[in-house]
């Protein structure tokens, strides 16, 4: 072949007839010094464009507004289940014939399967998937409830479907701090904490008044656990239609490909509809020429299928991994900040009852309703410090100079995320250690009882926003394991709770109101203050050696 054939062949026009694609340079403007090199045969490549970034979730606005809902209502079983029991304890210590300390222990037994739900569950659902644990869970405590409702002489019975009870609904908490994680990114978990969590608060109050409402109305313990039953058949139908797999380990950003039992079942029905509609359309075609439905959904991008996630195989559960995380130095300082706010107002609320009663001579119905003004603390303030946790994200990125990935999410490994978190906690907790010394004090000198009343909703409203966002915060930094850092958060907050309450008492005899809660909030408050102040300067440093510790034992 001469040379000037090989030049005919290898010229772009002869190479694009072969099929041949070239990488092409634009076209240099006449103002540039540069003129563009002639195109070689060493400049053949793929023309595909740049890709565009890849979005942290696929999930629609109506299906973010749709999923927030659903949390709610999931949010609910545990602390209501727990609270709407407490005006039962008579009735059910003398239909059982036994005595008042025996019914108690089915409360510790509540409690302690309350610790040990989300050890097993929650860690489960980092591997298997948000929608297999809820659909579970909600089935075992809908069956539990039933079970309580139709016992009618057996006290051993009593004590096994009440664990079982609490085993179905303690899980739900930490599983739905992993569904924000994998749905929101750092900058807007804050909004959606704030309704969710305050629904869950609001159940803690209300619940013994809805108790004891229907106690009385239908005259037995029996229709209270029947309304729960119906609440938890309920629920598990709204979780079964409408509850979309979310789990980044198992659809990545809601792009992959979803088996049948990780889709809603509403979900499900569309899309058979979908097939035999197109497999009618297609009935008279050739079997060649058939365009096959395919199941991944492409983007906006042009880009078809954004990438996905790897799917993680699943591995043999661990309980002792939430354990594991309280004892690393940047999480113990989190979770003491999560849970030391919490243990308060479970004193709090452990107190109302002889105090309104003892100094205030209040009636049944009064002291269940003096619970109500920490219900509106609850539901007020997790919705503002939900606004606020987002505006304190924008301000921390701002004042360092960081862009806020609004598309695919922040990379928070150098991002200084326990400073956003933990801004403006001074101001909170100096107001919250005046507040509950000042409840105390009110008490002990019997000012008028709009006073304490005041308090109630201002520690409500503390306590929230401080188990709000240090939850957050151990989620931000556990991206990998959501629902398993949220267990970790469980165990201490109720670890920490039953010491209180287990001492409160004896430290009411022997220091009284006034003096024991100074000595809660030096503690609390006092030791809140030491931990922002340890956690602004030093905890990013820990979290990097932790990962670096982590990432060196995974390659390994």
């Known amino acids: 072949m001469s040379r000037t054939q090989l030049e005919e062949l290898t010229t772009p026009e002869a190479m694009e007839k072969s099929g041949i694609e070239i990488a092409r340079k634009p076209t240099s403007s006449p103002l540039s010094s540069d003129a563009n090199p002639p195109t070689t045969v060493s400049q053949v490549t793929d023309t595909s464009p740049e890709a565009p970034p890849i979005p942290y979730t696929l999930f629609t ?17 545990s602390p209501l289940t ?34 040990i739900s989300p050890l097993i569950l929650a860690t489960a659902s980092d591997s298997l998937g948000r929608r297999p644990i809820y659909i579970a869970t909600y089935a075992l405590y809908t069956l539990a409830s039933l079970g309580l409702a139709l016992n009618k002489h057996s006290y051993a019975g009593l004590l096994v479907l009440r664990a079982l009870q609490s085993l179905g609904a303690s899980a739900v908490l930490a599983v739905a701090f992993g569904v924000v994680a994998d749905v929101w990114p750092p900058a807007e978990r804050g909004s959606v904490l704030g309704p969710t969590q305050g629904a869950a608060n609001l159940a803690v109050c209300v619940g013994p008044v809805v108790g004891g409402w229907i106690a009385l109305a239908s005259g037995g313990f029996q229709w209270v656990f029947w309304a729960l039953t119906i609440f938890g058949i ?20 809601g792009n992959s490909e979803r088996e049948w039992w990780e889709r809603p079942w509403w979900g499900v029905i569309k899309k058979k509809r979908k097939k035999r509609k197109e497999a009618a359309e297609n009935d008279n075609a050739e079997l060649g020429a058939q365009q096959p439905t395919s199941e991944k959904p492409t983007d906006h991008t042009g880009n078809g299928v954004i990438p996905v996630v790897r799917r993680k195989r699943f591995k043999m559960l661990n309980p002792l991994a939430a354990i594991r995380i309280i004892f690393w130095k940047d999480t113990a300082l989190v979770l003491w900040m999560a849970a030391s706010p919490y243990a308060v107002w479970y004193c709090v ?8 009663k003892s100094v205030y001579h209040f009636s049944e119905l009064q002291v269940g309703l003096a619970y109500l003004t920490g219900g509106a603390g609850t539901v007020l303030g997790g919705y503002a410090n939900g606004k606020l946790m987002d505006w304190n994200y924008r301000v ?29 906690g001074w101001y909170l907790l100096a107001t919250y250690t005046c507040a509950l010394v000042g409840y105390g004090w009110s008490v002990m000198a019997r000012t008028s009882a709009a006073v304490p009343l005041v308090l109630q909703f201002a520690l409500a409203a503390l306590c929230t926003c401080f188990q709000q966002t240090f939850n957050a915060l151990l989620v931000d930094i556990y991206p990998e394991s959501p629902s398993t850092a949220a267990a970790s958060s469980n165990i201490t907050r109720c670890a920490l709770s039953a010491v209180a309450v287990a001492v409160l008492q004896p430290l009411v005899d022997a220091l009284g109101r006034g003096w024991l809660f100074t000595f809660l909030a030096v503690l609390s408050g006092g030791g809140g203050m030491a931990t922002i102040w340890a956690l602004t300067r030093y905890s990013m440093q820990w979290r990097q050696q932790r990962l670096s510790i982590m990432e060196s034992k995974r390659r390994k």
């Open 61 to 77: 606005s109506f299906q973010k507004r749709l999923l927030i809902t659903v949390l709610v209502l999931t949010m609910l079983a």
């Open 82 to 115: 727990a609270t709407i029991y407490l005006p039962l304890l008579p009735p059910l210590a003398q239909h059982f014939s036994v005595s008042i300390q025996a019914i108690n222990l089915t409360i510790t037994i509540y409690i302690v399967f309350q610790a």
């Open 234 to 253: 309920s629920v598990w139908l709204i979780v079964g239609v409408a509850l979309p797999e979310t789990a980044r380990n198992v659809v990545g950003n």
């Open 349 to 356: 609320q452990t107190s109302i009852p002889p105090i309104y």
């Open 396 to 424: 921390t990125a701002r004042k360092i100079g960081h862009t806020i990935d609004k598309v695919s999410g922040d990379d928070l490994k150098h991002f200084p995320i326990e400073r956003a978190r933990a801004r403006g």
